[in-house]
């Protein structure tokens, strides 16, 4: 399932660029925009939703933070559960930690030991906003696979394609948008 035309173009022109954010040189694509404009958003939403129905999914897992808004909203459309994966520290209880890569050192995200429940093979769904190099996207997949689930895809509502972040997954990878 993919977008039309469209749609794809409600839910683009709803993302607001700002140059030079964070530093010199990068265009910053804000999400916020969309989050704040409904049409934009229940195109998203519905798109997600139509494309996940038929994954036959157990959870929707959320990356920190932008992934906690687009997969608790999904998970609750399609009535299974939410799982966040959060920076190091966040958790409360005893947690499972993967290490990546960062321009300037490492990071860490780390998920509960039992976020899927005691039977193992539960299939989950990774969501995130955007995808640049991938690397706290693939930590966060391979937690899922560490506490006995399964990644089934890794979601992104924007791909920065020209970075390829989606090479290494373990799992299938689906932007809504890719900017190259």
Known sequence: MSLTSEEKSIILNSIRDIPDFPKPGILFKDITTLLGNPQAFDTLM???EKRY????????????ARGF???????DRLGIGFVP???????PYTTVAEKYSL???FDEVEIHIDAFGEEKGAKVLLIDDLIATGGTAKAAANLIDKVGAHCVEACFIMELAFLNGREGFNSEVYSVLQID
């Open 103 to 105: 321009e300037y050192g």
């Open 53 to 64: 129905e038929g994954y036959e999914l157990d959870y929707v897992a959320g990356i920190d």
């Open 85 to 91: 994966v959060r920076k190091q520290g966040k958790l």
């Open 46 to 48: 519905n798109h997600l």
């Open 69 to 75: 808004i687009f997969g608790s909203i999904l998970a």
